[in-house]
């Protein structure tokens, strides 16, 4: 029984614990790619990433915007426990962003970028059910 007991305090600390690497690796990465689309100009963000040629630059803008704020939103609400729900909402969020990516991608015969896409979308997903179901942040 005292086994059982110590292994179930373990895993709720261990899966806390994945899910701040998760979330800070993930966070590290959309911060990145949304400072870099909204910062740069968009003549510069061709060079690395020519589907932004073939868009409205106020598009390109738009998805480096929801990336940096879904970025803050996996780790600021968490780590100042105000309003910990919308970590798991950022989240999800992101998904929403690397589907409508994967899409895209696979609308322009870039299917060797949709594995990155969905990889984020999968990391993000365990982010969301272990913040919702598993590991959930209690507020102040």
């Known amino acids: 029984m ?24 993930l966070a590290a990465a959309f911060l990145a790619t949304g400072l870099m ?21 106020f598009l390109v803008r738009f998805i480096g915007l929801a990336e940096f ?4 939103g996996l780790i600021l609400p968490a780590l100042t426990r105000v309003r910990p729900n919308l970590t798991p909402l950022a989240a999800l969020g992101l998904i929403a962003v690397m589907v409508f990516a994967s899409l895209f ?3 322009r015969g870039e299917g060797m970028m949709v594995p990155a896409n969905l990889l984020l979308a999968a990391i993000a997903g365990v982010i969301a059910w272990g913040r919702t179901r598993k590991a959930p942040i209690q507020p102040r």
Do not use: C, E, F, Y
């Open 2 to 25: 005292t086994t059982t007991t110590t292994t179930t305090a373990r895993t709720p600390r261990a899966l806390h614990i994945t899910l701040w690497i998760l979330q800070a690796l």
């Open 37 to 57: 689309k909204l910062a740069l100009p968009v003549a510069q963000l061709a060079g690395q990433m020519p589907w932004v040629n073939d868009v409205p630059a």
């Open 69 to 72: 704020a879904g970025a803050l």
């Open 105 to 107: 991608h696979l609308s």
